[in-house]
């Protein structure tokens, strides 16, 4: 059977090359399509339902790329053929503008924290520093699209909540903790093992100065790298609402938002307010230069809503919706050449340590720290 791996785009159409792998039974009855090349398919039969996310597909997808992205391992690609077959008649063939339902109890909790919000319109240029001019060419690209987002312009309240940010070495001061599981486990295990999901139930040890408040909001992070002498990266791994408070007792939440893993002993702070915008952003000349000090789970090839930060030594003005173009100037020193747009990223969070940022656009498959980040489009 031929397997939906790579894509490449003739005119309208996605095409499928295939790869052979050894497969089960219960996909071999596929094979029987392999040959065939059914006509797009605009309309479900069934109307999306309440716990479902729809990703729109564009040039360049496959059901391979489409599993990775959202339920984070790509083999589990028949799955989504099997909820979808009304209108993915060949799984190797899939055609832009078909709509993909995906049960979001499937979904990455970091992908479904961004749903709901529509994608950033394209810059006015493609890269809008003055050294190199808009580049266009025939190779697949990013249009900015984002996955999961699909309403208004802006950055949406997720990716705000979700991003990790600079901190102080040893993070936030005066913080409180996960404590306790509420919840004992019908076997014998170490509580050093627990790992929640959302609606479970958790004792917190407040921050300081924290009343903990029925309904109060409290930011779950884990400590990560040092990014110099003074500052931390902090990683977000969810959101704890506060249930109840007794006298002289931690007090009990409850897990409503979750971006990682979990687990007792993570941090808690107040849930900074998420001050996002709807407006597109405004190409300006001669921004301000920040490098790339950190890139988010250290992929080998960071993509599409990877988050990166920066450094903040001209943070000052710096806000929530401005662009970023990274820069990659990295030449072979017998074959010199100007520098290129290697991205776009979008401003999430800015703190006094970094400006926090996710890659809505990119041009060049290498994405390092050190890079330089211009600032290159303004919200008004």
């Known amino acids: 059977m031929r397997f939906p791996s790579l894509a490449f785009s003739f005119g309208p159409r996605v095409m499928v090359v295939a790869a052979v792998f050894a497969i089960t039974p219960a996909v071999r009855t596929l094979s029987a399509q392999d040959n065939r ?74 992908v479904l924290a961004k749903i709901n919000t529509k994608p950033v319109p394209p810059a006015p240029q493609r890269t809008v520093f003055s050294s190199v001019a808009g580049v266009y060419n025939d190779r697949l690209q990013s249009d900015g699209t984002v996955i999961g987002r699909n309403g208004a312009a802006g950055v949406p309240r997720g990716e705000i909540e979700s991003a990790p940010f600079g901190d102080r070495k040893g993070g936030p001061l005066g913080a409180g903790r996960l404590a306790a599981a509420y919840d004992r486990p019908g076997i014998d295990a170490s509580d050093s093992e627990r790992r929640f999901q959302l609606h479970d139930r958790v004792f917190v040890d407040l921050p300081a100065k924290v009343a903990g408040d029925v309904g109060q909001l409290l930011l779950v992070y884990r400590k990560g790298e040092e990014i110099n002498d003074d500052a931390q990266i902090m990683v977000p791994t969810g959101i704890v609402r506060i249930d109840s408070k007794t006298a002289g007792q931690p007090a009990l939440g ?36 920040e490098k790339v000090i950190y890139i988010a789970n250290n992929p080998v090839l960071p993509s599409l809503q990877n988050y990166v930060v920066l450094s903040s030594k001209a943070g000052n003005g710096v806000r929530v919706g401005d662009w970023f173009t990274l820069i990659d100037d990295s030449v072979d020193p017998q074959y010199p050449a100007p520098s290129v747009p290697a991205a776009i990223a979008e401003v999430v969070k800015v703190t006094p340590f970094g400006v926090s940022a996710i890659l809505i656009d990119q041009d060049q498959p290498r994405i390092r720290k050190g890079m330089v980040a211009r600032l290159t489009a303004r919200v008004p």
């Not at 398919?41 to 069934?46: A, K, P, Q, V």
């Open 37 to 110: 090349k059914p006509g797009p398919t605009y309309t479900n039969s069934t109307p999306l339902g309440p716990d479902e996310v729809e990703h729109v597909v564009k040039t360049g997808d496959t059901l391979w790329d489409i599993a990775k992205a959202y339920l984070k391992d790509p083999f589990r690609w028949p799955e989504v053929f099997r909820r979808n077959s009304d209108i993915v008649e060949n799984p190797h063939w899939i055609y832009p503008k078909e709509a993909i339902r995906i049960p979001s109890s499937e979904v990455r909790p970091e």
């Open 254 to 289: 409850s897990v409503i938002r979750q971006f990682g893993e979990i687990r007792l002993g993570q941090l808690v702070t107040p849930l900074p307010e998420a001050r996002s915008t709807s407006l597109a952003p405004v190409a300006v000349n001669a921004g301000p230069s």
